[in-house]
């Protein structure tokens, strides 16, 4: 092999080794600061005595109005109806919600919030608000537009991986 063809060989496993030192932190950047921000904002609901699954719900209760039966508030929240069933029972208890036969299926339960539970909304939500201006009170419209472009790709570019296929572990799934 000529000097030239051994310089081009190092030059190619180098960019490789570099791209996938660059691709494992950026990977990583976003993890971190997705736990540190989860974290964060759970123990600042925490203060409230509401937990981020109970927060979600409160909000697509109030967003769901009368349409807030317990499936369509898992609906809204991607999650199963039994995931929702014992936050539901919990925040009824604590009296945050109400359930109410639904008007014109009587198989059915509405959820509604209580006064106490509009009050507790209404804490949380401002509370979020001034967590989310705190914490991106550190970049410029132009940077949150572009990370806000840059998330969207990656969402898109996710929605068309196969997770079975990238682990190689296709050939077992077949045995």
């Not at 310089?7 to 190619?12: A, D, I, K, L, Y």
């Not at 921000?37 to 009368?66: H, K, N, P, W, Y």
């Not at 209580?114 to 970049?139: D, H, M, N, V, Y």
Request: proline letters at 2%; glycine letters at 4%.
């Amino acid at each position: 092999m000529s000097l030239s063809a051994t310089n081009t060989s190092n030059n190619r496993k180098s960019h490789k080794a570099d791209r996938q030192s660059i691709e494992s932190a950026a990977w990583f950047a976003v993890i971190r600061a997705y736990e540190e921000c989860d974290q964060l904002f759970a123990a600042m609901l925490a203060e409230m005595e509401l937990t981020t699954s109970q927060f979600d719900v409160l909000i697509a209760v109030d967003r769901l109005g009368a349409n807030a039966l317990p499936k369509e508030v898992a609906k809204q929240l991607l999650v199963t109806r039994a995931n929702v069933s014992g936050l539901l029972r919990r925040l009824e208890q604590r009296g945050l919600l109400g359930m109410q036969p639904h008007k014109t299926d009587g198989r059915s339960l509405v959820c509604r919030l209580t006064p106490t539970g509009k009050k507790a909304l209404q804490r949380a939500k401002s509370a979020s608000s001034r967590f989310l201006r705190e914490q991106l009170s550190i970049f410029s419209d132009a940077d949150l537009n572009g990370i806000q472009k840059k998330m969207q790709r990656m969402r898109e570019h996710l929605s068309t991986m196969d997770p079975i296929a990238l682990s190689g572990a296709q050939s077992n799934h077949a045995r």
